[in-house]
């Protein structure tokens, strides 16, 4: 029998201890969050603002966050696929079919003012839903892996962007899809109107909702999923559509800010989308992240490139920059992948 | 608790750099290119860079790597910088009008450098290059050659072929229509028997003009639409056994286009006949004296051309001091001996 200890009754309550967190489980607990990319971003821009005064302009802040808004989209879009396990490659070539698609029939339909700005837009978003479809299609009902599916379609779709236009832009495109793209509200972009929304109805619906637990499950483990009951194929098939979707609203912002639709835009923007999620904490294996994080990623990276311009860095060393930046979020990836799986 | 501490503090900071005056009261230039891919945008770079420091000007630098979204990014962090005047080398004729548009918002003087904008309402100054006449006279001085040797040919026609470069490109278009202006003019020596287009892409100028020197073995003229793209005719040439000085024989007649290092080798090693210069010291002159201008409030004209000059194996001593690649072999050869 254990003898109580002097002074305590047997029968008296246990003193309440007041539970201490160390700082290593503290910083255990922020890392593994999201927070810790906002904690980050702002930390980088405090540290940097005494030697590029010009990035705390408040015209400047305003740039960030209309640059971030289009990576935003297809970023967010990019995080749906990767929590499913796959990656869609053809993000890219979605934006310039879409520009195309879109310019040419705001310029050739012959709408009137207002209303070909709106069906533009509907045919881009049309565009982006039908490439994911067919992205989803190939990777769910022929069983071929989404990295080959995806590399095949952005080069078929840039191929055929630059066929279609013979690699010319198509200029003349309606005021208010320019005026919809870089102006607002006051500081309040009119962008952020539609994409914040979009934002925040995609976290719910990972979130608050059946089907975007599923994501997780599918990216966690397929298998496992469906013999769960998970309808892992019909999953997989949302979060390619839906990643089109975005990857068409971002072409929609882009193609208005150049006023042009373009066979080659959004080529080079594929690294920034795959930085932006996985400093994110969005995994590269699938079944772990969110859109808050990415929506952070895309803050961080967007600084990046703010700054480093600021800094009067040339593009080459930003390109090295953020590379060595993505590469140590994905190593980052990989040693939070196997802490849990060795918790497991 | 910590984050939310630091975005508070983030939130005081903002303003208060918002409020920092800008340092130092030099003016500040913005320089803007789409690429540095090619000598020639380098050169160009540098020089408009040297140009400004010689008026005691800042330069602001971003090369965007071929992305017009990201090249209006960088123009738009000039203008948020307040800066006293860009000069920006497009993507294209299209893409620089929100670019153009958004400095003028800020009544910033913007001179556009060797891509000539789309039609627009906007205030700029461009500083191009005429293409078409520094092409058609580069391909006239070839037919001239080519004429010289047609008593030898029996009558034959040269059979020639064209590199052309991305004609979404204004700059390229205005290269092929002068070469085409140049054959036309000498239908009676030549004709043209193939076509490449390129799209500024060494290997499908490669695989283009070797293409072209299987089907028609008989070609004796070449122009390329870009010193660039010189490697890979040299590679062709080489490859179908054609590539010999002039004065030989079977020499191919070379023309090209910039005025790159490799063009002023070629003409000391008399393997190229022929390049259209474009005079990247006077361009780079007048863009800054454009952008001064417009700050002084003075009458530019909305559109300068620079004539540039055909170099070639007659006035090459005479020329070198005018050819910009011809200047930066002679700095490394000076390097080197020193």
């Given at each position: 029998?254990?003898?109580?200890?002097?002074g305590?009754?047997?029968?008296?309550?246990v003193?309440?201890?007041?539970?201490?967190?160390?700082?290593?489980?503290?910083?255990?607990?922020?890392?593994?969050?999201?927070?810790?990319?906002?904690?980050?971003?702002?930390?980088?821009?405090?540290?940097?603002?005494?030697?590029?005064?010009?990035?705390?302009n408040l015209e400047?802040?305003?740039?960030?966050?209309?640059?971030?808004?289009?990576?935003?989209?297809?970023?967010?879009g990019?995080t749906?696929?990767?929590?499913?396990?796959?990656?869609?490659l053809?993000?890219?070539?979605?934006?310039?079919?879409?520009?195309?698609g879109?310019?040419?029939?705001?310029?050739?339909?012959?709408?009137?003012?207002?209303?070909?700005f709106?069906?533009?837009?509907?045919?881009?978003?049309?565009i982006?839903a039908?490439?994911?479809?067919?992205?989803?299609?190939a990777?769910?009902?022929?069983?071929?892996?989404?990295?080959?599916?995806?590399?095949?379609?952005?080069?078929?779709?840039?191929?055929?962007?630059?066929y279609?236009?013979?690699?010319?832009?198509?200029?003349?495109l309606?005021?208010?899809?320019?005026?919809?793209?870089q102006?607002?509200?006051g500081?309040i972009?009119y962008?952020?109107?539609?994409?914040?929304?979009?934002?925040?109805?995609?976290?719910?619906?990972?979130?608050k909702?059946?089907?975007?637990?599923?994501l997780?499950?599918?990216?966690?483990?397929?298998?496992?999923?469906?013999?769960?009951?998970?309808?892992v194929?019909?999953?997989?098939?949302?979060?390619?559509?839906?990643?089109?979707?975005?990857?068409?609203?971002?072409?929609?912002?882009?193609?208005?800010?150049?006023?042009?639709?373009s066979?080659?835009l959004?080529?080079?923007?594929?690294?920034d989308?795959?930085?932006?999620?996985?400093?994110g904490?969005?995994?590269?294996f699938g079944?772990?992240?969110?859109?808050?994080?990415?929506?952070?990623?895309?803050?961080?990276?967007?600084l990046i490139?703010?700054?480093l311009n600021?800094?009067?860095?040339?593009?080459?060393?930003?390109?090295?920059?953020?590379?060595?930046?993505?590469?140590?979020?994905?190593?980052?990836?990989?040693?939070?992948?196997?802490?849990?799986?060795?918790g497991? | 608790?910590?984050?939310?501490?630091?975005?508070?503090?983030?939130?005081?900071?903002?303003?208060?750099?918002?409020?920092?005056?800008?340092?130092?009261?030099?003016?500040?230039?913005?320089?803007?290119?789409?690429?540095l891919?090619?000598?020639?945008?380098?050169?160009?770079?540098?020089?408009?860079r040297?140009?400004?420091?010689?008026?005691?000007?800042e330069?602001?630098?971003?090369?965007?790597?071929?992305?017009?979204?990201?090249?209006?990014?960088?123009?738009?962090s000039?203008?948020?910088?307040r800066?006293?005047?860009?000069?920006?080398?497009?993507?294209?004729?299209?893409?620089?009008?929100?670019?153009i548009?958004?400095?003028n918002?800020?009544?910033?003087?913007i001179?556009?450098?060797n891509?000539?904008?789309a039609?627009?309402?906007?205030?700029?100054?461009?500083?191009?290059t005429?293409?078409?006449?520094?092409t058609r006279?580069t391909?006239?001085?070839?037919?001239?050659?080519?004429?010289?040797?047609?008593?030898?040919?029996?009558?034959?026609?040269?059979?020639?072929l064209?590199?052309?470069?991305?004609?979404?490109?204004?700059?390229?278009?205005?290269?092929?229509?002068?070469?085409?202006?140049a054959?036309?003019?000498?239908?009676d020596?030549?004709?043209?028997?193939?076509?490449?287009?390129?799209e500024?892409n060494?290997?499908?100028?490669?695989?283009?003009?070797?293409?072209?020197?299987?089907?028609?073995?008989?070609?004796?003229l070449?122009?390329?639409?870009s010193d660039?793209?010189?490697?890979s005719?040299v590679?062709?040439?080489?490859?179908?056994?054609?590539f010999?000085?002039?004065?030989?024989?079977?020499?191919?007649?070379?023309?090209?286009?910039?005025g790159?290092?490799?063009?002023?080798?070629?003409?000391r090693?008399?393997?190229?006949?022929?390049d259209?210069?474009?005079?990247?010291?006077?361009?780079?002159?007048?863009?800054v004296?454009?952008?001064?201008?417009?700050?002084?409030?003075?009458?530019?004209?909305?559109l300068v051309l620079?004539?540039?000059?055909?170099?070639?194996?007659?006035?090459?001593?005479?020329?070198t001091?005018?050819?910009?690649?011809?200047q930066?072999?002679?700095?490394?050869?000076?390097?080197?001996?020193?």
């Amino acid at each position: 029998m254990v003898e109580p200890a002097a002074g305590l009754d047997a029968h008296s309550p246990v003193p309440a201890i007041a539970p201490r967190i160390t700082l290593s489980a503290w910083l255990r607990r922020v890392f593994a969050s999201e927070t810790w990319v906002l904690a980050l971003s702002i930390l980088y821009f405090l540290v940097l603002l005494p030697f590029a005064p010009d990035l705390g302009n408040l015209e400047n802040l305003e740039l960030i966050v209309h640059n971030m808004l289009p990576l935003c989209a297809v970023a967010i879009g990019q995080t749906l696929v990767l929590l499913t396990g796959g990656i869609d490659l053809s993000v890219t070539s979605i934006i310039a079919l879409c520009s195309v698609g879109g310019a040419w029939s705001m310029t050739t339909w012959g709408l009137p003012g207002g209303l070909d700005f709106v069906v533009g837009s509907f045919v881009m978003l049309a565009i982006g839903a039908f490439v994911g479809w067919l992205n989803g299609m190939a990777i769910t009902r022929l069983s071929m892996p989404p990295f080959m599916v995806t590399l095949a379609t952005m080069m078929f779709g840039s191929g055929f962007a630059v066929y279609l236009t013979r690699s010319n832009g198509i200029p003349g495109l309606p005021h208010s899809l320019a005026v919809f793209s870089q102006e607002g509200i006051g500081p309040i972009p009119y962008a952020l109107l539609v994409v914040a929304p979009v934002g925040i109805l995609c976290h719910g619906f990972l979130g608050k909702t059946k089907a975007g637990r599923w994501l997780f499950a599918v990216g966690a483990n397929g298998r496992a999923a469906q013999i769960s009951g998970v309808p892992v194929k019909r999953v997989t098939l949302l979060a390619y559509g839906l990643c089109g979707v975005l990857a068409a609203l971002s072409a929609v912002l882009y193609t208005g800010r150049l006023e042009t639709g373009s066979p080659v835009l959004g080529q080079r923007v594929f690294l920034d989308v795959i930085g932006a999620t996985v400093i994110g904490g969005t995994s590269l294996f699938g079944g772990r992240g969110s859109v808050l994080g990415t929506v952070y990623g895309v803050l961080f990276i967007t600084l990046i490139d703010n700054s480093l311009n600021i800094l009067g860095l040339s593009n080459f060393t930003i390109l090295m920059i953020k590379g060595t930046v993505i590469l140590f979020a994905a190593l980052g990836d990989g040693l939070r992948r196997r802490r849990l799986g060795a918790g497991r | 608790m910590i984050s939310r501490r630091l975005i508070m503090g983030a939130g005081i900071s903002l303003p208060l750099a918002a409020c920092r005056p800008r340092t130092g009261g030099r003016l500040r230039v913005g320089v803007a290119f789409e690429t540095l891919q090619t000598e020639y945008w380098v050169a160009s770079f540098d020089i408009i860079r040297s140009e400004l420091e010689k008026n005691n000007i800042e330069t602001l630098e971003a090369i965007s790597d071929g992305d017009a979204n990201r090249q209006l990014e960088q123009i738009k962090s000039f203008v948020a910088r307040r800066v006293d005047g860009v000069i920006v080398a497009p993507k294209d004729a299209h893409t620089v009008i929100p670019m153009i548009k958004a400095v003028n918002r800020r009544d910033i003087p913007i001179v556009i450098y060797n891509r000539p904008p789309a039609e627009n309402p906007y205030k700029r100054v461009t500083v191009g290059t005429d293409n078409f006449g520094i092409t058609r006279n580069t391909v006239q001085y070839l037919c001239q050659l080519a004429r010289q040797t047609m008593p030898a040919r029996a009558g034959k026609k040269h059979k020639a072929l064209i590199l052309m470069g991305d004609l979404g490109d204004i700059n390229a278009i205005g290269r092929r229509d002068g070469f085409d202006a140049a054959v036309k003019e000498n239908a009676d020596i030549v004709e043209v028997v193939t076509r490449v287009p390129t799209e500024w892409n060494q290997e499908k100028a490669l695989a283009g003009i070797t293409n072209g020197l299987q089907a028609h073995p008989d070609i004796s003229l070449v122009f390329t639409s870009s010193d660039f793209l010189l490697p890979s005719v040299v590679s062709a040439l080489k490859n179908a056994g054609k590539f010999h000085p002039a004065g030989h024989p079977e020499h191919v007649l070379l023309g090209a286009f910039d005025g790159d290092s490799m063009a002023f080798r070629m003409l000391r090693d008399k393997t190229l006949d022929a390049d259209g210069v474009q005079d990247a010291y006077a361009q780079s002159r007048l863009v800054v004296q454009s952008i001064l201008a417009m700050r002084a409030g003075e009458k530019v004209n909305p559109l300068v051309l620079d004539p540039g000059l055909v170099v070639h194996q007659e006035n090459l001593k005479e020329t070198t001091s005018r050819m910009w690649g011809a200047q930066l072999v002679l700095q490394s050869e000076r390097a080197n001996r020193g």
